[in-house]
């Protein structure tokens, strides 16, 4: 796969995946394409060497793996992580706001999205939908996947005339300013249940009125990604951070056919703390390794064998604000992947993972950058410190420069995501 056939399924994927459970969703049906099988995490497993696997937590968590010959104690496992949530607004359990203005659903804010870049977008409504459905023996939970797919809301700023400061300072107050306007007064088919339903029924699963229906709903830039730039060098659009990862990844994945055995964990919840059982703070990697590890000593010896590559976006070097980098470690974009440091173990580099890694992009022919935040200012953190105390397995965290990080759109580089996609399948053909 070159370059341009990359990018271009990547700008596919980023816009099939406006909700972790539409991203896992993809991805499973990608890794089922080829070859790899399912797993239920409520059922025994019977792992087979030389062979390929996939299992979810809550349909927006989801581990890969290949398995080769020899025992993973004898060989490590080459392992990488991302997440698959984005911040964005999601829409409260009894979301209906009806006033004189018109019919406005009430959100929360997920997560530490620039919030002044939601305005005066066109907003669409995605996630999952949770019915009771009538079995044999009891009833059971069904879920469904719906993503409208067409400019559905808008959250309109005020008028300059009414704000004469707004450009000089802004403050967004999300109880009362976020809601995005949906209709025009008494206009819906009745309360947000009810539209639900109707879309479904349109999309062909019926559910029964008065039935019972619970939702996780979030809303989305309904604008396509793309490629821009003059020498078409950016890829712009919404949840570049941390999508791109993820899809990259499991293309990686998907080229494994070294002895060594390979993984992916893409964890939700990573933007607001990883701490459930989704999270990289749960026990979803951990399980799965017992499973495919029973006896500790050996999964101890795995593990010390073992390196994760936790890959989460970076800070590239922003032309308007290059006072907020330490002058040492500015990435740009299309300049490759960044080895993001931090002394304070927000990310979980050190320098024998460091030295793997640039060891990784040397063979494969990619260059590599490194980041730290400047002394005076705190960074974020990943999920590279969390599955690394963890699991004890050392761990690396690398990402691709963007720029615009958080906001509705943000700004990549269209060679970094292949870079980064290079160096990965040179990683997972045994390059620990």
Known sequence: MNKIQFNEKLLTFLKDSPTPFHAVAS??????????QRLDETEAWDVQANSRYVVTRNDASLIAFTTGETPFCETGIAMAGAHTDSPCLKVKPVPDMANSGGARLGVEVYGSPLLTT????????????STIRQGENRPRVEHTLIDFKRPLAIIPNLAIHMDREANKSRSVQNQTELPPL?????SLPGDIREVLRKELADQGNA???????????????????TVTGYNREFITGAR??????????????LGAEGEMPCLIVLNDHEEVGSHTPAGASGNFLVQVLERLIPDAEKRAMASAKSLMVSSDNAHALHPAHPQKYDPSHSPHLNEGPVIKYNANQRYATN????????????RAGVPVQSFVMRSDMPCGSTIGPLTAAITGIPTIDVGVPMLAMHSIRETAGCEDAFYLYRAMTEFFQGAV
Not at 27 to 36: D, I, K, M, R, T
Not at 119 to 129: K, M, N, P, T, W
């Open 182 to 186: 949906l209709a025009l007064p008494e």
């Open 240 to 253: 570049i951070d941390n999508l791109l990862s993820c899809f990259t990844l499991a293309h990686a994945l």
């Open 207 to 225: 559910v029964e009125s008065g039935s019972t229906l619970e939702f996780e709903l979030s809303f989305y830039d309904n604008q396509a990604p």
């Open 27 to 36: 991805l499973v049906s990608l890794l089922e394409s080829e070859g790899f």
């Open 118 to 129: 939601w305005f005066d977008r066109d907003l669409s409504l995605a996630g999952r939908v």
């Open 351 to 362: 320098s024998a993972t460091a030295a793997h890694f640039k060891e990784i992009c040397r």
